[in-house]
Structure formats: C-alpha cells, structure tokens
C-alpha cells in the first residue's frame, strides 16, 4: 500500500476527488507495495484503483486516461531499505553524535539505486526483489561491487552473508539488466589481485556493466571501526596504472574507457586530472568521477557570457582538496571579468582535517571564512554543501547564515551560474 501526499490541481486524481491521506491499495487487481508499483501498475491507460480514504471508506475508481495525461498523484516518500552490511569504512559510521536523524539511515535499496542513481551493494537483495527487476527493467542499477571474489566482499562488507554478487549479477544480466559498478579501495583488502580478479569478473559480463569506478576509501576523523590501512600517493599511483591499464585495453577492445579513477584518485595520486573528453559522457560524475574536468569545461564555456566586474573583490570559499584546482580557474574568471578573487581554503571543522572534500564544508566553516570580511564584496560558497532544503550538514539553515554576514552570499556549482547575474541591476535599483 501507498498513500497519496498530495494531488496536483486540474488534474485525473484532483477530478476524481483522490485527497492527500487516501491509501492506494491495489491497480488492476494487483497489489500496491510501494512507489515502484505504483509506477509501472498505472502505465496502462485503463485503471481500475482500489483505495481507501482518509476517513477509512475503500473505494474503487474506474480511470479510462487519454494517453499520456498523469494521474496527478505524489506519494508519501517510501521507507528505505536498510543496510544489513558494516563496513568498516563506512560513511555514515564516520558521522559525529548529534547530527540530524536521517542522516544516520543507512539505505542499501534497488529502489532507489534506478530512480535516483544511489549505489546499493544487492546484499539484501530476495528472490521477489530480483523478480521484480527483471520484470520492471530496473535498468542500469548503480551497484557498490568493491570486490567479486566471495570472501573478499564479505571482509570488506563486514557481512558473513553477502550473496555471491558475480551470481547475482549474471543472473540479472541474462534478463538485459545492466549496471553501473564502483569500488572503494581500502589498500591491503581489495587492491591487487584482488582488483584484478574483480575487473576481470565484470569485464567478463560484457555489455552488462557498463562503467565501473574505482575510488579510494575516503575517513572521516569518527572512523573507529576502520582498522586498515589510508590510502597513500604511492597506493593511489599503483591503483590509478591499474586503472589506465584496464581503461586502455577496453577502449581497443570495445570503444570505451569502462573504468575510470574517481577525482580524489588522482588527487591523493599527485597526478594531473584528465581533460573532459576523457570521461566520455561523464555516467559517473555524481560519484567523484569527472567532477574537476566537468567544471573546468563549464568555466571555460561560461567566460564569454560573464559580464565587465571591474574591482569587484569576490571571496571563493572552498576545501582543502580543491586548493590546487581553483587558481587557475580563479585566474580565467578574473581576466574575463575585472574582479580580484580571493580563495578561501576551510578545512573542514566537523569531519577533521582528513575530510577535505568542498562539498562537505559545514555551516560552522563557511561562517568561520567570511565573518567580518568586510574587505569582500561578494562570496561564493559550494552549493553541493546545502542540501534540497537550503540546510548545512551541520543543521544551519543557509539562510540564517547569510542574514549574518556581511556580504552577499551565494551558493554556485561553477561560478558561471552566479557571476553572469552580477551585471544585472538588482531589484532595489530597477525600482528606484
Ligand atoms: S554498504 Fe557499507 S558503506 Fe554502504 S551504507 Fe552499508 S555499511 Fe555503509
């Protein structure tokens, strides 16, 4: 069953008078049990909805809808599917007290690996779960591999019952399901032949996976659990030639990088990140991969577009990992524009010094970089480290933080987004 959280206006489920509390029980005859039945149940255009209302009445509607046309329904947000795993080197495990709930929930769910692209190990994965991907075309899937080789995963897991994911994969993949590996290097478990056993394995699947991306196990300074070994430059050296070795034969062979280092790889390598072209077209960069290539193009793209800033003194708050990135883009944007751009490197306050990623700056940090600059006209900050609901990681609210300081703030993917709207009058000129 599924409950309707609200109903857009003027539209099937608003005329059939469906209101936000009513309980969807069945489509056709079939059982509702979650958004992912909801979603294929109604793709037909004559639907029979069994369902109760809010006051508890069941009650069934007869929809005949001209092709196309949406029902109109948005769903209660599902409940995600836990993780049974414990890995040592888990994110959510490097977590301080005291942060907001849900950023605890450790979801591990197919659901959500096809709608949204989130990684899900399948290690709790059931027969049905396997069913219904096959029979919904939940396809690609982003599945955490770390290691192929049984023993291996279920060390790195921290899970005695990890299915046989190579099982699982060739399962799925002889009904079309394909896939979009990753694998966090923790160096002494899965690098090495174990690496090599594992690119082995999904490069044996074929077309089925399609990329896969290596990226180094990233602590914060609350990781207790882990008690291997960081990854050092000549770690990450040795696995990025790993990397290019398997990336170079599978483009000779099928026309592909297919396996590609994360941004931090070749960071923690010391080695020069690859140009755009290098990343084809970029299926991994939510995962780290291609990130840096990505916004070098978008500056570079964006320059002409950027109006005259002419002694404007722009203040560019990042982390430690980007240090080295940002001056040569600081550099273009400053001869495109006129304006003088300070960097300003955070280390981050919450995670420890180790956590050098800009997208995870805190509220505390970017407080701490701009409070009483009244030298800077102008701040940008990441906009990755604000959530959808305009919140730190910390729980500051954006908006609070920026009432506080004394200059205009905002939050930019690339500079670009922001520094093309400086020219523009602001409201308060336009009115006068
Ligand atoms: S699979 Fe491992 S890293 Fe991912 S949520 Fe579970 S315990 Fe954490």
């Not at 109109?72 to 995600?80: A, C, T």
């Not at 770390?146 to 060739?170: F, M, S, Y």
């Not at 990088?257 to 970029?282: C, I, K, M, N, T």
């Not at 080295?324 to 003088?340: F, K």
Request: with cysteine.
């Amino acid at each position: 069953m599924v409950t309707v959280a609200r109903v857009r206006p003027g539209t099937i489920a608003d005329e059939l008078g469906i209101k936000p509390g009513t309980e969807l029980l069945s489509v056709n005859g079939r059982e509702v049990d979650d958004f992912l039945d909801w979603e294929f149940l109604t793709a037909d255009d004559t639907l029979l909805v069994h369902a109760r209302n809010p006051d508890g009445e069941e009650i069934e509607f007869d929809i005949e809808r001209p092709e196309g046309e949406p029902l109109g329904v948005e769903l209660v947000p599902p409940s995600v599917r836990r993780c049974a795993n414990r890995c040592e080197f888990c994110f959510i495990e490097g977590l301080p007290k005291g942060l907001r709930r849900n950023l605890y929930i450790r979801d591990d769910d197919y659901r959500l690996s096809f709608a949204y692209g989130n990684f899900a190990t399948l290690s709790n994965l059931k027969e049905r779960d396997e069913r219904r991907i096959v029979e919904y075309r939940l396809s690609p899937l982003y599945v955490s591999v770390h290691a192929t080789p049984w023993e291996a995963r279920k060390i790195l897991l921290n899970n005695p019952r990890v299915p046989n994911i190579v099982e699982q994969l060739t399962r799925l993949a002889a009904h079309g399901i394909q896939f979009h590996g990753q694998m966090v290097i923790v160096p002494g478990l899965n690098d090495g032949d174990v690496l090599e056993a594992s690119l082995t394995d999904l490069w044996n699947l074929g077309d089925a996976v399609i990329t896969v991306a290596v990226v180094p196990v990233g602590l914060t300074q609350f990781n207790h659990l882990f008690k291997g070994e960081s990854m050092g430059r000549e770690h990450a050296s040795r696995l990025l030639a790993a990397v290019g070795r398997w990336g170079d034969r599978a483009l000779a062979e099928r026309g592909t990088r297919w396996v590609v280092g994360s941004d931090e790889l070749y960071l923690q390598a010391g080695e020069p990140l690859p140009g755009a072209e290098f990343y084809e077209d970029f299926p991994q960069i939510e995962n780290g991969v291609g990130s840096v290539a990505s916004l070098r193009s978008r500056v570079h793209e964006g320059l002409e577009s950027l109006p005259r800033l002419d002694g404007r003194r722009i203040g560019v708050v990042t982390g430690v990992s980007m240090a080295g990135i940002m001056p040569e883009l600081l550099d273009q944007l400053s001869d495109a524009t006129g304006a003088r751009f300070e960097l300003i490197v955070m280390e981050n306050s919450l995670f420890g010094p180790t956590t050098t990623t800009a997208g995870l700056l805190v509220g505390a940090d970017i407080r701490r970089a701009l409070d009483g600059r009244h030298d800077i006209d102008l701040a940008l900050i990441p906009a990755e480290c604000i959530n959808d609901n305009g919140v730190f990681l910390d729980d500051e609210p954006f908006i609070t933080l920026r009432e506080q300081l004394s200059m205009p703030v905002y939050p930019s993917y690339d500079f670009i987004d922001v520094l093309v709207h400086e020219g523009e009058p602001r409201v308060a000129e336009v009115a006068a």
